[in-house]
């Protein structure tokens, strides 16, 4: 029997997803979405996410401060952290990371702000959701420099160069495909998700982010007010389809091995 489909990382509290969300909830039960991890980015969501997680046993919470919101973050935000992962059961630390790609990034910042949640990770045994853009160096020595999590950690929708899987592998890392890597442009990427060890392979939508490309989409939402397509995480499906072909798996195949690496980095049900 198939263990369903299992999106390593989403953001299903976003608020270009609330109006839709009964619907989106709907459409994942009908596309066979077993599990989810939904990733909160900065204090102002963490409890929608908490919401989500009990009203819906099959998501796995994950709470963290996002380099992209380290401004918001006010000075009790480390002690709430801890607050909220002790009180959720099988929760994981994320979305945290590094990124020189945002404007008037401070890097310093960030990486202490990362440094800090590493830890926490280290203290609680809990898996780390890790974002990284323009920083793969410096993730890299971050990791040498602070205990890995335990439980391991996820670089979702792995851009980093080829040649550093084996490293992140070695020090407890997996690596989520995401679906916009179906775009015809990003062959490099594809071609990165082809080395990364099978036991290490995870997908992920990344939704409402990161959308597949308009000829894949079998599930659409209205675009933002900003004009921007909204990503409907039930494509996840497709994902699987298109990693499977890459990898000449079957989607069976494919299925099995995500399920068996999901449960050994988040845990079970």
């Known amino acids: 029997m198939s263990p369903g489909f299992i999106d390593a990382h989403n953001h299903l509290q976003d608020d270009s997803l609330k109006p839709h969300l ?24 963490w409890d929608a996410v908490s919401e989500l997680a009990r009203a ?48 008037d990034f401070d890097i310093a910042d960030q990486q202490t702000v990362y440094a800090g949640q590493l830890r926490l990770a280290a203290a609680l045994e809990l898996p780390v959701t890790v974002h990284c853009l323009q920083a793969w160096g410096l993730l890299w020595d971050s990791m040498r420099d602070e205990p890995p999590p335990p439980r391991g950690f996820l670089l979702h929708a792995y851009g980093g160069p080829v040649e550093m899987i084996e490293l992140f592998a070695r020090r407890g890392g997996y690596f989520s495909f995401s679906g916009s890597f179906l775009d015809a442009r990003k062959a490099g990427r594809r071609e990165a998700f082809r080395q990364v060890p099978p036991e290490r392979l995870l997908v992920e939508t990344d939704a409402p982010a990161m959308p597949l490309p308009a000829e894949l989409r079998r599930w659409t939402l209205p675009d933002s007010p900003e004009g921007k397509p909204v990503n ?28 068996e690496n999901f449960e050994r980095l988040f845990g079970r049900k």
């Open 232 to 259: 409907h995480p039930a494509n996840l499906g497709v994902v699987y389809e298109g990693l499977a072909r890459l990898r000449g798996w079957s989607v069976e195949t494919l299925a099995d091995q995500v399920a």
């Open 56 to 103: 819906h046993p099959w998501i796995v919470p994950s709470y963290g401060l996002h380099p992209w919101f380290l401004k918001t973050r006010t000075p009790q935000w480390r002690d709430r952290l801890e607050q909220t992962l002790r009180r959720s059961p099988g929760c994981a630390i994320g979305e945290i990371g590094l990124d020189r790609w945002i404007p």
């Open 22 to 45: 009964g619907g989106v909830l709907a459409d994942l039960k009908s596309a066979g979405i077993a599990r989810a991890v939904v990733n909160g980015t900065a204090e102002n969501d």
